[in-house]
């Protein structure tokens, strides 16, 4: 079991390429421990900007600052950077076209028992209707290294979710190709396909897994930029699956699902069925409490899918 | 600095404002008006920009956090060469870049504003900059008077005092009248100016539409070493036409063909008596 959150890795690459890079600054909304970033802190300490308890505030100075050729990395609980400072980021970053990377920390439903306040599962709907914006979500550290690395690399707009615990690898090791915007398919298969995003990728794939051993081959791909979505990998797997799963920490409404759904249903209509979390304030509990509650598991989702599949396969 | 030829351009710009908004038939016409003053002063006698070289990286920096004074900020541009004079005739017209709201698309241009209690932070972030980076530019935000009633504002407020800003200069366009009416009846500001001296700002009072005045405030640099510094611009809203002078309705109105003709007029008289006065 991994035991490093990727709140960690955000802050050992940043602080790796700080040192080089002199442009690279970090904002804080009173949030450097929570989003594990006191090693940066204390080594960066020219580049490191704490704004206090103002979301909206925090974004603005992050804006001004990319506009005269910073680099800013904002981290602050996803929850209230996604929704308090929602029109600056649509005016101040998306807009004006700055260079501000957003950090949502505690992502999901990380923060449990906190409940619906602190809960951001309404993120994905409202920074992919932003023009311009790029939204990604790692699924492991590997992914959390890689995805910090493409953004430094890259111009824009951008909101990236990270959850609060440590989460079960996907990957190995770095060793693998990462490009924003391309899905990466975690494995094969032509009978269904589970496209997940987060967390929710080592779920899919553990289901992949189970189903295999019942003679069931699902595709799993992982969809970590929900924007620019790759419609090429979802219409693919739509013409040769047939079907498709969605697989989420975020509302059923306008996330990774509703974004699959758009697509498919425009190009190539097969079934699509979104899971994730309800219309409703999500129950209290872990993680895994709370994902098991609303059949986000590799056991439920490996009994859904056989039930359903394995008649098609008997006839 | 030749005060009396900034006296002259303002009142050129409020003629290319009553233009273009007669032009266009749409504009906010008495917000534009209050705030000529503050941004001539700034473009032509404050401020190191230079159409030819719009992204030097040492410039100053202007944010109009009062996005729907657009129309001063055009005339502007376009009188300094930054745009060509000619393409304000499309002032909010389809597909145009000069919408009712600044445009980054525009050289000159620095942010995309409309949205109010945006600018402060943004402004915030560019100074931060500067001092990280230990240059000598300074930044500039206008806001609106209603604007004040803005959270974020005070959020902003808060940083550029803890981060001792004094490359920051925030200018309110105290016209007192907002769309629904006067500033104090809809939402009350009073008294504005000590609630900037407690936020820690250095605040500074004086006629806004006072070219003489604005240029003294604005060439400190620092105007207080330490503090950011707060001018709270005394103005007229429509100031420069007798009949758009203080009427609320202008908030948002175009004048007819009557009323553009005597505004011109008006205009032509002032240009005229400047000229007298200074030969």
Known sequence: MNKIPNREIVNDVLVRHAKINKDIVVLASDSRGSAKLDPFAKTHEKQFIETGIAEQNIVGVAAGLASCGKIPFVASPACFLSMRSVEQVKVDMAYSNTNVKLVGISGGISYGALGMSHHSVQDLAVMRAIPNMTVVLPADRFETEKVVEALLETYGPTYMRIGRNPVEDVYESLDYEFTLGKANEMHQGSDVTIIAAGETVRVALDAALMLEEDGIQARVLNMHTIKPLDTEAIIKAAKETGYILTLEEHSIYGGLGGAVAEVVAENCPVKVKIMGIPDEPAIAGTTPEVFEHYGISAEAIHQMLRNELKGNKEA | ?279
């Open chain 2, 1 to 279: 600095m030749d005060i009396r030829s900034l006296e002259k351009q303002a009142v050129q710009i409020r003629k290319d404002i009553i233009e273009m908004i007669y032009g266009a038939k749409t504009g906010h016409t008495g917000g534009a008006l209050s705030s000529t003053d503050i941004m001539t002063t700034l473009f032509y006698g404050i401020m190191n920009v230079d159409p030819k070289n719009p992204k030097n990286p040492d410039r100053d920096r202007f944010i109009l956090s009062k996005g729907h004074s657009v129309e001063p900020y055009w005339c502007l541009l376009a009188e300094l060469g930054f745009i060509e004079k000619e393409e304000l005739k499309t002032f909010s017209q389809f597909g145009t870049r000069l919408i009712g709201h600044p445009n980054n698309k525009v050289s000159g241009v620095e942010m995309n504003t409309g949205s109010l209690g945006h600018g402060l932070s943004v402004a915030s972030g560019m100074a931060l900059a500067a001092k990280m980076d230990e240059k000598n530019y300074r930044v500039f935000t206008l806001m609106g008077d209603g604007e004040q009633a803005e959270g974020s504002v005070w959020e902003g407020a808060m940083f550029a005092a803890h981060y001792k800003l004094d490359n920051l200069v925030a200018i309110i366009d105290r016209n007192r009248l907002q769309i629904s009416g006067c500033t104090e009846d809809v939402m009350g500001l009073d008294p504005l100016d000590k609630k900037w001296e407690s936020f820690g700002w250095n605040v500074i009072e004086i006629n806004g539409n006072s070219i003489p005045e604005l240029y003294e405030i604005l060439e400190k640099k620092p105007a207080c070493e330490g503090k950011p510094t707060l001018v709270l611009a005394n103005t007229t809203k429509g100031k420069g036409v007798s009949f758009i002078e203080n009427q609320a309705a202008w908030h948002h109105k175009v004048p007819t063909d009557a009323e553009y003709q005597q505004a011109m007029q008006e205009l032509d008289e002032q240009l005229k008596a400047l000229e007298v006065s200074y030969e």
